[in-house]
């Protein structure tokens, strides 16, 4: 039997309050709709009449490491669920509720706790805004380079808790690179320091496991992170970002795959934009890209460090760029666009039936890591997909697809298809086409080598069906680590399909989903 928490009772929620207040001030225990309704809720579009299933019981907002290890020792000892919440921008339900219990909310733990500027460290609370954060650090020279599209209103926990993906990773490396280590809150309340060795500002030991990773990417499933140590680095001097315009997108990909193998040390990342991107960016009135008919794709390289280093290497990449027939688009537009990099993280209002009416549509994406032999071929199967679920109902649109680069290899090209999604309309019947078209995109990725998520998770229905057979034996020994760390399943349950680790028939239920073709 499953041992998962049912929602609480008035009486049980009542109890479990009067707990808290043994360790926590009253004001920092919600229990009012607003407060609760406000922490069930992430990005990525559900049906609406079904919102009220992913609501806690209530929220807390503690301020300390042992605030937060006191909270989940009385859930462990409770048996209530815990789900650790951030910035709240994540897209595979990491912070959303699946069975009520207690919203752990982290924004309090912003503090900065130690500046080191010889070491160029920074040591900070979790719930610390990576904006607010580089405010801070810009008085110093320094930066903390973690810049996802979410950047604006993502918290460093946020990003740990996903071992999230940086638009600017190959010059500076991706969460998992940046975090050095961090104090983390088991399930049972316990807290260890997770980093390479005991030391809070190294980044190599060969002491024992590497631990780090384990406890990066779970969505909250293993406990919470409460305090970090970040590697910083100087704050640019200059900044390049030039887009190009393409008549056809067999061009533009293998313009990105020479840019990033052009051995340009300031080479901050590229992207490619194809033809349904250009699209929706043409309709777009946000956007910086107003492009004419006969471009079909775009472009978009990024450079830092340096004067004396930038200019060069721009001059490398613009030579590279006119070979495989780029068309610059000016200093203007590549400027405000690459600046604009972040507007876009929410874009209602942009959707199109096929009438041509705007609706109401929120933004979601399904992500891959892709090696970047495989891009085209992915991206061919994806808009397919997408295009017999539009078929069937006018609730979806194709936004286009993204692919960036994650260094200056092959390796790790993020590949992300956008769809705008009619939410008022998203029934319980277009949701479940939308799961099986999740289904649908995760199997894309695996036969095309690639992993189901590159940054955002796989543990939301749909996609999460098929993790079992990316990870083939090393599922099961996710299920080991969940059931040891958390016995009573009280992290974040529901989550990864990590409740088989509670099933005794665990091995009959994994063998159908590895059997299963998605």
């Not at 001097?237 to 293998?254: G, H, K, Q």
């Not at 260094?407 to 999604?421: M, P, R, S």
């Not at 299920?479 to 028939?505: F, S």
Request: glycine share 10%; charged share 25%; with cysteine.
């Amino acid at each position: 039997m499953t041992i998962t928490p049912e929602r609480l009772s008035t009486e049980q929620v009542d109890r479990v309050v009067e707990r808290l207040r043994t360790v926590l001030r009253d004001e920092q225990i919600l229990t009012s709709k607003t407060d609760r309704y406000n922490r069930a809720r992430v990005p990525a579009p559900f049906p609406v009449h079904r919102w009220a299933e992913r609501v806690p019981d209530l929220a807390v907002l503690p301020t300390s490491t042992d605030e937060v290890a006191a909270v989940v020792r009385i859930a462990n000892e409770l048996r209530v669920p815990i789900v650790p919440r951030d910035g709240g921008t994540g897209l595979t339900d990491g912070a959303v509720p699946l069975r009520g219990g207690i919203v752990v909310d982290v924004k309090r733990m912003n503090e900065i706790h130690e500046l080191d500027l010889e070491n160029r460290t920074v040591t900070v609370g979790t719930g610390i805004n990576m904006l607010k954060l580089n405010e801070q650090l810009a008085r110093h020279g320094l930066i903390y380079p973690d810049d996802p599209a979410s950047y604006p209103c993502s918290l460093v926990g946020g990003r740990i808790g996903t071992s999230g993906w940086s638009l600017i990773g190959a010059r500076y490396g991706h969460t998992r690179d940046l975090v050095l280590s961090f104090d983390h809150v088991l399930p049972t309340g316990e807290v260890i320091h997770v980093g390479d060795g005991i030391g809070g500002k190294i980044s190599k030991s060969s002491s024992g496991y590497q631990l780090k990773h384990l406890f990066m990417g779970h969505q909250g499933t293993l406990g919470i992170a409460t305090k970090a140590t970040l590697k910083l680095y100087p704050q640019p001097e200059a900044e390049l970002s030039p887009f190009w315009a393409f008549d056809n997108y067999d061009d533009a990909y293998r313009c990105v795959g020479a840019l990033a193998r052009a051995g340009v040390a300031t080479f901050a990342g590229a992207v490619l934009f194809d033809e349904w991107k250009v699209a929706y960016l043409r309709r777009d009135d946000e956007a910086y890209i107003p492009q004419p008919a006969d471009v079909r794709a775009l472009v978009c390289a990024v450079m830092y460090g340096y004067e004396d280093e930038v200019r060069p290497a721009g001059r490398r990449l613009f030579r590279i760029a006119k070979e495989h027939g780029a068309r610059y688009l000016g200093d203007e537009i590549s400027e405000g666009d690459w600046a604009a990099r972040h507007d876009r993280y929410a874009t209602p209002l942009h959707g199109r039936t096929k009438a041509g009416q705007v609706v109401p549509m929120s933004w979601h994406c399904e992500d891959a890591a892709v090696s970047y032999t495989r891009v085209p071929a992915v991206t061919k199967a994806w808009h397919e997909i997408v295009a017999g679920l539009r078929r069937r109902t006018d609730v979806f649109d194709d936004w286009g697809m993204f692919a960036y680069t994650s260094a200056d290899t092959g390796v790790d090209y993020l590949t992300e298809i956008d769809i705008g999604i009619w939410e008022q309309q998203l029934g319980d019947e277009a949701w479940e086409l939308w799961v099986q078209a999740k289904r649908d995109i995760a199997a894309a990725a695996l036969r095309h080598g690639g992993s189901i998520s590159a940054c955002h998770g796989s543990c939301r229905e749909g996609e999460v069906d098929l993790v079992p057979q990316e990870l083939g034996r090393g599922f099961e020994v996710m299920l080991d680590v969940k059931r040891t760390l958390d016995p009573n399943n009280i992290m974040n349950p529901g989550k990864y399909l990590l409740d088989l680790a509670y099933e005794p028939g665990a091995a009959t239920a994994l063998a159908a989903l590895r059997g299963g073709s998605g």
